[in-house]
């Protein structure tokens, strides 16, 4: 039988994942953000999970963050910006709390980018 201990990066993160979906649960008051990344490009999205319903998405695709990314070192400052993106509609929706779900990542880099620029929208963790 195979331990979390063998396995590669992406059945690691996997594992990590489940772990914290154990204790974070989104609702329409606070709903949780799902952070996803790949290597290129960062996407979340808002989700109640008692209705089952995505109320709000961002990716770092859209044309008003992608500009951003042309340069490198940028991807920081794209960070933040979808942070704040996410932050400002969800406030359009009344929403003014959230739970923060990084996905099985480390609050580091990309991550912690988006959280601190959500907070900087008014969302509060």
Not at 36 to 62: C, I, M, N, P
């Amino acid at each position: 039988m195979a331990t979390h201990r063998n396995l590669d990066r992406k059945s690691k993160r996997d594992w990590r994942r489940v772990r914290i979906r154990k204790r974070v649960e989104g609702s329409a008051e606070a709903p949780r953000l799902c952070v996803f990344k790949s290597r290129r490009y960062l996407y979340v999205q808002a989700v109640d999970d008692a209705a089952g319903v995505t109320l709000a998405s961002a990716s770092s695709l859209e044309p008003a963050v992608k500009s951003g990314l042309k340069t490198s070192g940028k991807h920081l400052t794209v960070a933040q910006k979808l942070g704040l993106l996410i932050s400002e509609r969800l406030k359009a929706k009344g929403v003014e709390r959230a739970v923060f779900d990084r996905g099985g990542y480390t609050f580091h880099g990309r991550v912690k980018a988006l959280a601190e620029g959500a907070r900087e929208g008014g969302l509060k963790f």
